[in-house]
Each structure stands twice: as C-alpha cells, then as structure tokens.
C-alpha cells in the first residue's frame, strides 16, 4: 500500500517510545521505507540498535554527524522523504517545534521540512492540559501539523489517568497512510441542516473506581445520548461523542472518546471543544471515592464493611458553562427529578449556565434510566415546551430540529476536512 513512500519517523523521548518499535513494523508491513531518527531522550528508553533492526537501515541520532552528514544531511533527510510523523512526540519536542528551535537533529529536520507532518503526542495528561501544551498544539495545528490522538486512559504513572496516552500503532500507521494516500475525510454536506456544525454529546453514566475489581455506577444506558450523537450526524454536524462504559454501539459517522470516569470525561469535553454545541446528556456521578486503593479491599474478619471516603466529582456541564473560552453557542443540560420539575430545571440552568434543560418527571415515570421512551420538557430562561411520551430516537430527532431551528439564519463557518 505504501511501496514507493519514504517515512521520516521521529522518536522523541517518552516511555511510549516502546511503542515506536511497533508502529515501525506497521509501517514497514504496508511497504513504507522508514528512516528513523531518536533524540538522546528516546535512546533512554529503547536503543539504536533496536530501531535500526527493524527499519533495516541506518538511524539517525547527531546533528553533527560527519557520516551523515556527508551521506544524507539533515536537510536531504528532511525533503527526501513523503512525510515525516512524530511518535511519540513529546510536550517538549511540540514546544520547540512551536517556537521553531532547531537544536538536535529531530527539531532541525522539523524546522526544515517542507513534507506534510504527523504528530502523536504522548505525555502526562497534566503537561497535556497545561495552557502552555494548547497553546503550542493550537500553534502547531495552525501550521498545518497533523495529529493523532492523543487518547485518554491508564498512564504509566501509577495510578494516573486522563488524555495523554500515545495512539495505538495502528491507530498513527492508520492515519499515516490516509495522510500519503490523500485519503480525506468526506466534506461536509452543505444540504443538511447541521452541515459544517460542531457538537459535543456526553452518554451513558460513569464509573467510578473503589479498588482494582469494584466501582461505584449508576444505571445510565447511554441509549438518549447516543441517538442524539446519531441524529446529529444524519443532519450533517460533526460530533464528538464522551461516551461512560455503555452497551450501546457506536453510532455510525460520528467521533466516539470512551471514557470511565467524570474526571476523564470532562478532560476529553474539554479536548473535543471548541464546538457550536454541547449537550450533557450523561449521567455523571456525582462523588467518586476519594482515593482508589491499589489492592482488593479484604474483609478484615470484623463484621464491619469499610468506610468508603466520597469526593465530590467535577460538574462538566458547570464547568463548561462557567468557562467563557469554551463554552459553546448553545450549552444543553439534563435533569431528571423527582419533584418541582420545573423549579429545578430552571435552578439548574442558572447554576450551571446552560441555556436549555432537557428535562424529565422521573417520579411517574419509571423505567427512563434503561428504557426505550421519554417525556421531557424543554426548559430555557423564559419558557417551557412540552414533548409527549416519545421513543428516545424520535426525542433525539425532535432535539436535532430544535438545534437546527436555533441556528438557521446564523452563518456556518465551514470548516476545513480535520485530520484523524
Ligand atoms: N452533570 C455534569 N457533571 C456532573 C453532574 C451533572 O455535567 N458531575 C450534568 C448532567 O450531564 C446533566 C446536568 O448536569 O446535563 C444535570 O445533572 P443532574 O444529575 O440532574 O444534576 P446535579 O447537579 O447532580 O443535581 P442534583 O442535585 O439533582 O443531583
């Protein structure tokens, strides 16, 4: 698939520089040429010898390398080559090739380079989330760099969780080839009511972990968000879906982010924003237990259970609304209650500044959490719509009209087909 193209493979130094041994193969299996170069970082982590053993030619480590140098040189190893993809990139490496430092071999063939530039970033999700690294990555994407991933999960770090995990190997040799195959995402159809749109959707509920085998959850299916997620993308949006742990597939045509708990749902929100839209239609928890214990809770032989110690978790909707860099155009919450429905839609949507509540009376109504059917209310700041008991895909429907009703007359800025 990729005989005749030369890949500049750029190994910064991060544990998941472990995984670049894997990716080459992924590479090398589809008939791409890589030619890797490792900074003195990457060669703390996996050796030379190991990269060059399964590139099957030479690795590139000095700038001022006199073989090298009069062999290839930096500058012909940057343009003799299709495209040159960063794995891992590090927070660092990103910084420099941000501000255009050119002091080691890899930042020198960034800086001259005139091939297209795939990046995957791996890295702590606090140095991920640290305003300097969206700062940098927003001024790299500016550029015209490409990225895949990263994704949230586990992070070497024990105990560590969040985005900032490498994408898989096959995940970047994926995106890799789309990039030297000029494979593009299909543009957006002009015709749909959403076209060129951007919405974020949470789903499902979270799980909270107590020990390495328990967790705290509640008894969401994820089935409301997920047929907004795939109304949304019939009517031309492109969506983000936050999904918790769900039985629900995927719902076709839109960019799904599997999360566990409220904290790792609200790093990815804040990852796939900025957006048009933003709908909470997960049911986050809302304490998790303050620290997860690295062993299965024993019983000690007392007779007495022990004491779970609940923090309260993070409000993503709050959060968003509160933050007026990202909050949408239009921030949708949800509230089921039990009594005082509307009082307490209206009370949440001045807490949480969103500017519509869907609503449900879940006293009369029991099954909604796992069911199949709905009867909400749309409440904003001055009025109250009432919807009769619907399937969830038809309220799903009904609340893609809603939004696209919200934004006809308003002008879409199209955006450009986005990488990944
Ligand atoms: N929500 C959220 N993050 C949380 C809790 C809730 O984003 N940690 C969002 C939900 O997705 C939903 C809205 O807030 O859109 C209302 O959720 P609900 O559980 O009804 O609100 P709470 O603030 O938990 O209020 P209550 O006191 O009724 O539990």
Redesign the pocket.
Known sequence: MLANKTIVLIISGGIAAYKSLDLIRRLRERRARVRAIMTRGAQQFITPLAVGALTADKVYTELFDREAEQDVGHIRLARACDLVLVAPATADLMAKMAHGIADDLATAVLLATDKPVLLAPAMNPKMWENPATRRNTEALRGDGKKFAGPKSGEMAERGESGVGRMAEPLEIADAATDLLLHRRPPTPDTAKPLAGRRIVI?SGP?HEPIDPVRYIANRSSGKQGHAIAAAAAAAGARVTLVSGPVAQPDPAGVKVIHVET?KE??QAVKNALPADVA????????WGVASEGDQKIKKDGSGHPPALDLV?????????GHNDTLRPMLL??????TQNLIE?ARS?LA??R?DW??ANDVSHEFGVMGGDRNTVRIVDAGTVEDWPSLNKVDVAKRLVDKIATFFSGTAVDMPEAEEQ
Not at 312 to 320: G, Q, R, S, V
Not at 332 to 337: K, Q, R
């Open positions: 949470t979270t409220a749902m609200l709908i909470m239609a997960a049911a986050v928890a809302d309260e978790n993070p409000d993503i909707l709050a959060t968003i949708i919450g949800f509230a089921a209650e307490n949440k807490r949480k969103a509540i869907v």
